[in-house]
């Protein structure tokens, strides 16, 4: 679950989800980036640091420019998770509760 927390961290952020849905379009140039959400590069930076940390991007060098995409696998992964965390569960963190003091019913 640490994982779906740092991810979660990462999205808690308006302009990280903008970056995200500027992904979503497709691989983009940092400097794209940039002048689409009209932010600094080291801001930028900042960002895109975070969003490779949770691994929700993939970047590529080449040359002297930076690319960057969404990395489907882990975009799977969340969707799975929240999935799996908003559905009814026999096992539910409240298992071993009286009927009384379970919240989930």
């Not at 929700?56 to 882990?74: A, D, H, M, P, T």
């Not at 799996?84 to 569960?89: D, E, R, V």
Request: net charge neutral; hydrophobic share 35%; proline share 1%.
């Amino acid at each position: 679950m640490d994982d779906q927390v740092e991810i979660l961290k990462a999205l808690a952020d308006k302009n990280r989800l903008l970056i995200i849905e500027m992904l979503s379009c497709g691989e983009l140039c940092a400097c794209d980036i940039m002048d689409g959400l009209a932010l600094t590069q080291p801001t930028i930076s900042h960002h895109m640091k975070i969003l490779q940390h949770a691994k929700l991007v993939k970047r590529r060098k080449e040359g002297k420019w930076v690319f960057y995409s969404i990395n489907q696998e882990k975009v799977d992964e969340l969707q799975g998770f929240l999935k799996h965390l908003t559905s009814f569960k026999e096992d539910c963190v409240c298992k071993g509760a009286t009927q009384e003091s379970c919240y989930c019913r």
